[in-house]
């Protein structure tokens, strides 16, 4: 199963390694600056976050390394493996789970807290892409697939509620099926049967919708509506954004997040204080750090030896752009406030270890490009 030679370390993909640490650092550096204190001699004390952080970074990157350590052929053999795995966690997680914000989506296991829908996201890339594998060409999927991988994890992940994870779920499907090659007819029934479902399922997800994921898509449709309270969110993001004009206000000089007019700033709204501090020509240098990460994985995709390489690092590159077009979107006002971070960026321990372990799985796929499938 373990396999080290002189060809992995020589052809290590170090230019991804070294895209996705830089991102992170950059983040750690930006909760430290979102949570300080704001006036000095302040009463309180400045939370750890970014100490954590800089401990899962630590663990994150052993995680990574293990995994490119693995061929990941084995992980084309154990896909469906992880994937009850997963979906058995998900389950999990809304008998036991812990709620928080109005949230269950945790399990708590006395010495760590963790997301499972964080680890299940890979577990679905690397499922679905090994049963699209076995597929033929401009073959029909049949509705169990649609069940098994699209109504079930969809549903499971709706009731927690995770909005933001149910939108990537669904991207990744449509966008894994037409890489395998879904014929066009297919792909326009889809789009019309869609199209007339929309009033029918959005009344039906509407009303099931919590009052304040309700509040959201009503301030995204119009902040002003309220901006002090279910348009606050966006207000002061843009507030953020716009006070850091062409070149920011300089690094620990930010107010909106450690005066506490930013909510989530360490979270969810993390680019919100990085652009305040580094202004425009600083988000546009973060910008092209996630552009050249996500033309390597394309690259990489592209690179792969076989097919099941080929989808799984698609639909890698594929979660981390969602994410970070959602992310970015919503703190500019131009997408709804979902909860969806921003890889690498922002706080969490279990969503800072999934994304290196699928960053792991990318670079394995391109260090192990020269090696014959078996």
Not at 101 to 110: E, I, S, V
Not at 149 to 175: A, E, H, K, M, N
Request: glycine residues 8%; contains cysteine.
């Amino acid at each position: 199963m373990l396999k080290i030679d002189r060809r992995l370390i020589k052809n290590f993909d170090w230019v991804t390694f070294g895209l996705i640490l830089a991102i992170t650092l950059i983040g750690i550096a930006t909760i430290y600056s979102a949570t300080r204190l704001p006036v000095e001699g302040m009463d309180g004390s400045q939370p750890d976050f970014y100490l954590k952080q800089m401990l899962w970074l630590c663990i994150s990157i052993i995680a990574l390394f293990a995994v490119v350590m693995i061929d990941y052929v084995w992980f084309y053999r154990l896909a469906y493996i992880f994937y009850a795995i997963g979906l058995i966690l998900l389950i999990a997680v809304l008998i036991a789970g812990k709620s928080s914000l109005g949230a269950q989506r945790w399990l708590n296991l006395g010495f760590i807290a963790f997301q499972p829908s964080e680890f299940f996201r890979l577990a679905f890339i690397m499922a679905f892409s090994s049963y699209l594998v076995n597929k033929n060409l401009y073959e029909r999927i049949p509705l169990s697939c649609v069940f098994v991988f699209g109504i079930i994890p969809l549903f499971l992940i709706i009731l927690q509620p995770d909005l933001g994870t149910g939108i990537l779920l669904i991207s990744l499907f449509v966008i894994l099926s037409v890489m395998r090659g879904l014929s066009r007819k297919i792909i326009t029934l889809a789009v019309i049967v869609s199209l007339i479902s929309i009033p029918f399922l959005g009344h039906i997800f509407w009303e099931n919708m919590k009052d304040y994921q309700k509040n959201r898509l009503i301030a995204f449709a119009d902040p002003e509506v309220d901006p002090s309270g279910i348009g606050y969110h966006i207000n002061q993001s843009k507030v953020a954004i716009g006070s850091g004009s062409f070149i920011g206000k300089g690094y620990l000089k930010g107010t909106q997040g450690p005066l506490r007019f930013l909510p989530e700033k360490h979270t969810d709204f993390i680019f919100s204080v990085f652009s305040e501090e580094w202004g425009f020509l600083g988000s546009m240098a973060l910008f092209s750090l996630y552009i050249v990460l996500f033309l390597r994985g394309l690259d990489t995709a592209k690179k792969a030896k076989d097919e099941f390489g080929k989808l799984v690092a698609t639909g890698i590159v594929s979660m981390f752009f969602i994410y970070f077009l959602v992310n970015t979107g919503m703190t500019l006002g131009i997408m709804p406030v979902v909860g969806v971070p921003l890889p690498f960026m922002s706080y969490g321990g279990t969503a800072l270890l999934s994304n290196f372990v699928a960053a792991g799985v990318l670079i394995n796929i391109r260090t192990r490009r020269f090696e014959l499938f078996y």
